[in-house]
């Protein structure tokens, strides 16, 4: 090696080929949904070798995964305020502009779509684990600030924050009214999501 060559980063060109493939990933997705997505047409938009993309990913359906949490990750971060009342009026108000979208609105309807068969099944409950699992962190950084009780289950407490506006945007195909994050949050907050004998979210105490 020469004085003056240029020392190599390391992971730098696997780093550009990864951004590329991801990008291409959700281009692809945006365009064909997930059910029309394929490998060869990622390879071609991404500028790479089909191999090189089974060879990182391995499967369709991880590389699906990846690009969809990394979008989520950048348009829909999980808020640390310090309140629970502020963290989830948060979330939910970035799901909200999210889904309203051409792009979101599009990708929820799509993956509302997507088959029963067992790799459809698969991607879907990957995407799901994932961002409940990291938006659990909302309810779990609650519990521990003794703003909701220690045996509240926070899959279930996010699954109904985000329902009501999937409802929307999926089965009633309604625009979402601005005041509709709010609403949800104050809902389920004072425990009036349900009446049944096990509610998940109660007693919710307000940091003073």
């Known amino acids: 090696m020469t004085d003056n060559a240029t020392p190599r980063r390391p992971g730098g060109r696997s780093a550009r080929v990864r951004r590329a493939v ?18 060869a047409d990622v390879a071609a938009r991404a500028g790479v070798h089909e191999t090189s993309i089974y060879r990182r990913w391995g499967t369709r359906e991880n590389l699906m995964v990846e690009a969809l949490l990394e979008e989520a990750e950048e348009l829909l971060p999980v808020p640390d305020t310090g309140s629970l009342r ?4 948060a979330y939910a108000t970035s799901l909200a502009a999210y889904l309203s ?16 068969d067992p790799a459809s099944v698969r991607t879907r409950d990957q995407y799901w684990e994932a961002r409940y699992g990291r938006s659990g962190d909302i309810i779990e950084r609650a519990i521990a600030r ?59 105490r307000e940091p003073q």
């Open 22 to 39: 991801l990008d291409a990933t959700l281009d692809a997705l945006h365009a064909h949904g997930m059910a029309g997505l394929t490998v």
């Open 146 to 204: 003794g703003e909701l009780p220690a045996d509240t289950d926070p899959r279930h407490a996010i699954e109904m924050l985000v329902a009501p506006l999937h409802f929307k945007v999926v089965l009633t195909r309604e625009p979402l009214d601005p005041k509709l994050p709010e609403q949800i949050v104050d809902t389920l907050l004072h425990g009036l999501l349900a009446d049944g004998a096990s509610p998940t979210v109660r007693h919710v």
């Open 101 to 116: 979208s051409p792009i979101g609105n599009a990708f929820d309807r799509a993956l509302a779509a997507t088959g029963d």
């Open 86 to 89: 502020k963290d989830l009026l």
